[in-house]
């Protein structure tokens, strides 16, 4: 073998080592409603600048998103999170939740709400209700949480969301206060 050769596989040896025995991201502590069914997935930039959610942003603020997310793989039925019925309590999960692809849907009062990635329905967070819900996949979807600091964060440094915000807080506040009998 030439010495050139050897000298690339003794520098890229440790490397390779290094990339197999590495450990999967710790995923959020924060995220305990989720179920055994969701694994940490990897945010791709080109892939996010095309969902609907952040198609206004620019790629420094995607990176900025990117950065300050977890982005998770989901199977069919996997509760991504829950209401307590106390939205701004303590110790309700006030995080954000963006639906990348797939579809969800939001079950309250003995019904169900589906969304996808483009309808009013492709946030969630449980600080939208003070009524007990749950948020469950209703297919193999990609779903991101931002926790509301960080969100809190990128609404102060203006990034475009407004749009989406309203309809979804339009969505809630019919979905949450129309009796389910009266939604078909």
């Not at 609404?155 to 129309?178: C, I, K, M, P, V």
């Amino acid at each position: 073998m030439k010495p050139s050769i050897l000298i690339a596989c003794a520098v890229l040896l440790p490397c390779l080592v290094a990339a197999c025995d590495a450990q999967p991201q710790q995923p959020d502590a924060s995220i305990n409603t989720r179920s055994t069914e969701m694994k940490p997935s990897v945010t791709y930039l080109h892939l996010l600048k095309h969902t609907p959610f952040f198609t206004s942003l620019t790629t420094e603020q995607l990176r900025w998103v990117i950065s300050h997310s977890h982005e998770w793989e989901a199977q069919p039925d996997t509760v991504v999170a829950q209401c307590n019925g106390r939205a701004h309590d303590v110790a309700s999960d006030q995080g954000m939740w963006i639906l990348l692809d797939g579809g969800w849907q939001i079950e309250h009062g003995q019904q169900a709400y589906p969304a996808g990635h483009a309808s009013a329905g492709k946030w969630f967070s449980a600080a939208v209700t003070d009524q007990p819900c749950r948020l469950v996949t209703t297919e193999h979807s990609y779903v991101m949480k931002i926790e509301r600091a960080d969100f809190d964060a990128m609404l102060e440094q203006g990034f475009a969301f407004d749009q989406h915000l309203n309809a979804g807080r339009r969505y809630y506040s019919d979905l949450f206060t129309t009796p389910a009998e009266l939604v078909k």
